[in-house]
């Protein structure tokens, strides 16, 4: 079962999306909505009607597959950060900035963040 990453705070619908409203009713249309809405608390919801099933369910995969995107592109990021950061703390040490009780603290710190984010 899929789930979306809890750190993400938006999502994006697409124009080519707007067909699949266009079909439903407005009510219906509602329901998508908050369908979509809901979809942080409950990615695969029960859904009676199979036009709103079928307009959820290609919403759906599009929404799973940007998060996955940019779920990657984070960790990606958080990693280039992390390294930067590594290579700092070793230059600030070698170059006599900080002490071997601060290097090693940082490094200890920074490593941890790189086993959350592999």
Same mark, same amino acid.
């Given at each position: 079962m899929k789930k979306l990453n809890p750190r993400h705070k938006s999502l994006v619908l697409y124009f080519d999306q707007k067909p699949m409203f266009e079909v439903l009713t407005d009510e219906e249309a509602g329901k998508l909505i908050k369908l979509i809405l809901n979809m942080d608390?409950?990615?695969?919801?029960?859904?009676?009607?199979?036009?709103?099933?079928?307009?959820?369910?290609?919403? @759906?995969? %599009?929404?799973?597959?940007n998060d996955q995107e940019w779920t990657q592109k984070a960790e990606k990021a958080a990693a280039a950060a992390n390294t930067?950061?590594? %290579?700092? !703390? $070793?230059? %600030? +040490?070698?170059?006599? $900035?900080?002490?071997? @009780?601060? +290097?090693? $603290?940082?490094?200890?710190?920074?490593?941890? %963040?790189?086993?959350?984010? !592999?």
């Open positions: 608390v409950e990615p695969n919801p029960m859904i009676n009607s199979g036009a709103l099933k079928v307009a959820f369910a290609q919403i @759906q995969n %599009k929404i799973f597959e930067r950061w590594i %290579k700092e !703390n $070793e230059r %600030k +040490f070698t170059n006599g $900035e900080i002490g071997e @009780q601060e +290097f090693f $603290e940082t490094r200890d710190r920074l490593e941890d %963040k790189m086993k959350l984010i !592999n």
